[in-house]
C-alpha cells in the first residue's frame, strides 16, 4: 500500500512515518510545508529507506497537491498537517484559519478530483484519514475533590468523558479551527461519497517534540536552570498519550476502521498540570541530581485566556472494534521522554532556529498585563 502523510515531518506526523516504515512493508510519501515545527532530523533513521519519499509542498498549494497525487498515485492519505498549538492561536489566529479551514478544504478538494479519477475498486479501496484532536469538544466537568464530580452529574459518579458522541464545544482559535476541519472532512463524505476517517486525540507527548509544547519546555529550561512558569494554579487536567502509542493507533484505523467513523485515542491517564511538572522535576532530581529542587524552579503566572479545565477521552470505542489500547502508562512514558530529552539538546537546539526561543506565547493582548518572569516563557497545555 502506498500511503501519502501530510504534515509528515511534525511531532505525531513522524512518528506515524517512523512506525509505518519501520514495522510494516508500506510505502509513505511526506508531504509537509517545513514550518517552524517540521524538522526532517525527525525522520533521519527511515530517510534512507527505498520506501519513503518526501515532497515539500502546501496544502493549500491546490496545483501542487494535485501533481503530488497525480505523480504518487496513493492508496491512502493521512491528513496531519495543521497548525496546532493554542497559543500561538491567540496571538495570531490567521495562520491557523488558513492552514487548518482553507487547507484541509484544499486537499479535501484535490482528492476527491484524484479519487473520481481511480478504477471502481481502487475507489472501494481508497481512505482519507483526517487526524484531530480532543480540543473540539471544550472542557468537561471538573473534580469538587478527587474522584468526584459534579456538573451534570451527581457527585461521585464516574468522571465524564469525551465520547465520538459529545457536542463540539471549542474555545481557542486552534480547536475552533480543527472543528471546523472536522466538519468538511465529514461534509465531503455526505455530499460526495469520499472515504473518510477520522480520529480525535489526547495530548500527546515523546520524542522530536517541538520545544513550545509543556513537555519538552519543561525539561529543557529545567536543566538549564530557568523558571518552570505554570498557568494559573496548575490545576488544568489532560488526558495523556504517548507518540508511539498514537501512531499504532492510527495506522490501525487506517487499515482496519470502518470509513465514516470517528475514533477517540486517548492514554488513560488524567494528570493536572502541575503533577505533570512536578514529576520531570522528581525525574530530572533522580537522573541530574543538584543541589537544590528541580521543583523550586516552579513559578506561577497568568492564566491563558479562555483556557479549558478538563480533557479526558474515552478510548472504549477503538479498544472495542480495533482492539487497540496504549502500551505506555504515563509513568513509563515519561520516564522515556525526559531520557530522549536529556540525550538529544544538540537536537532540540537545532530546531530552534531564532524565531522560538521559549519565551510566553498566547498573551490575549499586547499590554496586558504580565506576572513575574511572564517573558520567559509559560507552560502551554
Known amino acids: 500500500m502506498k500511503l501519502l502523510i501530510t504534515g ?10 517512523r512506525h509505518i516504515i519501520n514495522n510494516t512493508d508500506n510505502e509513505v510519501i511526506n508531504l509537509d510545508k517545513l514550518t517552524y515545527a517540521g524538522n526532517l532530523e525527525s525522520l533521519a533513521e527511515v530517510s534512507a529507506s ?9 496544502i493549500c498549494d491546490r496545483a501542487e497537491v494535485d501533481h503530488v497525487l497525480a505523480k504518487h498515485q496513493p492508496d491512502a492519505i493521512m491528513h496531519l498537517a495543521a497548525e496546532s498549538h493554542v497559543d500561538r492561536s491567540i496571538d495570531g489566529p490567521a495562520d491557523f484559519i488558513q492552514t487548518n479551514i482553507v487547507g ?7 482528492t476527491r478530483q484524484y479519487w473520481q479519477t481511480l478504477a471502481p475498486a481502487e475507489r472501494v479501496r481508497f481512505r482519507f484519514h483526517h487526524i484531530s484532536t480532543d480540543e473540539v469538544y471544550g472542557d468537561l466537568p471538573y473534580p469538587t475533590h478527587l474522584g468526584a464530580f459534579v456538573e451534570g452529574g451527581r457527585e461521585g459518579e464516574e468522571p465524564f468523558l469525551f465520547t465520538e458522541q459529545t457536542p463540539y464545544a471549542p474555545s481557542s482559535p486552534y480547536s475552533a479551527s480543527k472543528a471546523s ?3 468538511l472532512v465529514r461534509a465531503w463524505q455526505r455530499t460526495y461519497g469520499l472515504p473518510v476517517l477520522i480520529t480525535n486525540c489526547s495530548n500527546n507527548y515523546g520524542p522530536y517534540h517541538f520545544p513550545e509544547k509543556l513537555i519538552p519546555l519543561v525539561i529543557l529550561n529545567a536543566i538549564e536552570g530557568k523558571p518552570l512558569p505554570v498557568y494559573g494554579e496548575g490545576d488544568q487536567i489532560r488526558d495523556w498519550l504517548y507518540v508511539d502509542d498514537h501512531a499504532r493507533a492510527l495506522y490501525k484505523v487506517l487499515t482496519e476502521g470502518k470509513t465514516g467513523e470517528t475514533y477517540n485515542i486517548g492514554g488513560h491517564n488524567e494528570k493536572q498540570n502541575i503533577v505533570v511538572v512536578q514529576t520531570i522535576c522528581d525525574i530530572l532530581q533522580h537522573l541530574l541530581p543538584k543541589d537544590s529542587s528541580y521543583r523550586d524552579q516552579i513559578i506561577f503566572v497568568q492564566d491563558r485566556p479562555g483556557h479549558d479545565r478538563r480533557y479526558a477521552i474515552d478510548a472504549s470505542k477503538i479498544q472495542r472494534e480495533l482492539g487497540w489500547v496504549p502500551e505506555e502508562t504515563f509513568e513509563s512514558g515519561i520516564q522515556k521522554t525526559v531520557l530522549w530529552y536529556l540525550a538529544n539538546r544538540d537536537w532540540c537546539q537545532r530546531v530552534q532556529d531564532g524565531s522560538y526561543q521559549r519565551e510566553r506565547l498566547g498573551v490575549s493582548k499586547p499590554d496586558s498585563p504580565k506576572g513575574p518572569n511572564d517573558e520567559r516563557g509559560a507552560v502551554p497545555a
Open 104 to 110: 484541509t478544504y484544499t486537499l479535501l478538494e484535490s
Open 50 to 58: 527505498e520506501r519513503y519519499s518526501f515532497e515539500q509542498v502546501d
Open 8 to 17: 509528515g515531518a511534525g511531532f505525531i506526523g513522524s512518528a506515524v512515518i
Open 181 to 183: 476541519s472536522d466538519h
